[in-house]
């Protein structure tokens, strides 16, 4: 989900809100389909399509309609509301409880080789080496040229449209891609919790956000493998700082109702950070720049206890002859 969010917002500077309602469609997919008796591949194939479907809708709202990409993914967001009640069968929600998923099946097949209380580490493995292949399939895709120029996309429109490439239909391609990715997160998160839920979504961009600016306060590269990384790993920690306010934030009276809180306060203090808001990081600036301006005037002068020099003006009729009409060439 959040390898998506960067994609929208970072590589293409595209305000997605569409996360809202993908998330919860793939899950929505996921649980009708394995519901019906399909396999778990197949349910995930059809998810990921669910999404990239979505994504397509947003993105010619915005080409086509010329709405603002902000209000384009909000009204999409919207409208998936609805449609995932009609996925759902117009049921709020769907239990996996009694359904065999690849979770399940992984489960199962580990405890015929691992000791009960170790088998659930196989799922964990599982999900790392399905992230680590999601990650590097992005690596691979981003060197290749359609992938650099949707880089170059959100950061110079004005270099596609010089080179000769439609700057929507990149634009397109990438907000499909991203809501795939985010409908598979929402499938992943269907199975593993045991059932799916219309509301599942509900400020799943903000926690992509939060993942993402924490990511680009931890690592800072312009290396597409480490950007990828960086997303990762601001996931992860992000999750962690969830936990530990879920589990031990009685302390300082904290509930659970205070998450959405504490993930805005996180967004906030990442942005004073990587912006370089803060008052004791500005007062260090303006000290540089005074230790520059100082350097810049003792430059200039000269070592203490040699005499400063004085510039004196040449006569005119000592001045040595030169190319010209009162001197040789």
């Not at 999900?127 to 981003?142: E, G, P, S």
């Not at 060197?143 to 929507?168: C, E, K, R, V, Y």
């Not at 795939?180 to 992509?208: P, T």
């Not at 302390?251 to 967004?267: E, F, P, Q, S, V």
Request: aromatic share 8%; charged share 10%; hydrophobic share 50%.
């Amino acid at each position: 989900m959040v390898l998506g969010v960067f994609i929208t917002f970072r590589t293409l500077n595209f305000a997605d809100m569409t996360v809202d309602g993908s998330f919860p469609l793939g899950a929505a997919v996921m649980a009708a389909m394995l519901l019906k008796g399909a396999s778990s591949g197949t349910a995930l194939g059809v998810a990921f399509l669910s999404g990239a479907l979505a994504g397509l809708v947003t993105a010619l709202i915005h080409t086509r309609l010329k709405i603002p990409d902000l209000l384009s993914g909000i009204l999409t967001m919207t409208m998936l509301y609805s449609l995932n009640l009609r996925v759902m069968s117009n049921r709020a929600n769907l239990s996996l409880l009694r359904t065999p998923t690849l979770f399940t099946q992984i489960g199962d097949w580990a405890g015929a080789f691992l000791p009960p209380e170790i088998a659930p580490i196989a799922i964990v493995l599982f999900c790392f080496l399905a992230v680590a292949a999601i990650k590097i399939a992005l690596d691979l895709f981003f060197h290749t040229d359609f992938g650099l120029s949707m880089g170059a996309l959100g950061a110079n429109p004005q270099l596609i449209i010089s080179q000769g490439m439609n700057p929507d239909v990149i634009k397109i391609c990438g907000i499909c891609l991203a809501n795939g990715l985010v409908a598979v997160s929402g499938a992943f998160a269907a199975m593993y919790q045991g059932f799916a839920d219309v509301s599942l979504g509900g400020g799943m961009i903000v926690s992509g956000l939060a993942s993402l600016m924490i990511g680009e306060f931890l690592i800072r590269s312009n290396r597409i493998s480490i950007l990828t990384l960086r997303v990762i790993l601001g996931s992860l920690l992000y999750r962690t700082l969830m936990y530990f306010a879920r589990n031990y934030g009685y302390h300082i009276h904290m509930t659970a109702n205070d998450l959405k809180l504490i993930t805005g306060l996180l967004i906030i203090l990442c942005i004073i950070v990587s912006q370089g808001h803060l008052p004791w990081r500005r007062s260090a600036a303006r000290r540089s720049r005074k230790r520059g301006l100082f350097a810049g005037k003792n430059a200039l002068s000269p070592p203490e206890g040699e005499p400063t020099p004085v510039l004196t003006k040449t006569p005119p009729s000592e001045a040595p002859a030169g190319p010209g009409p009162g001197g040789d060439a």
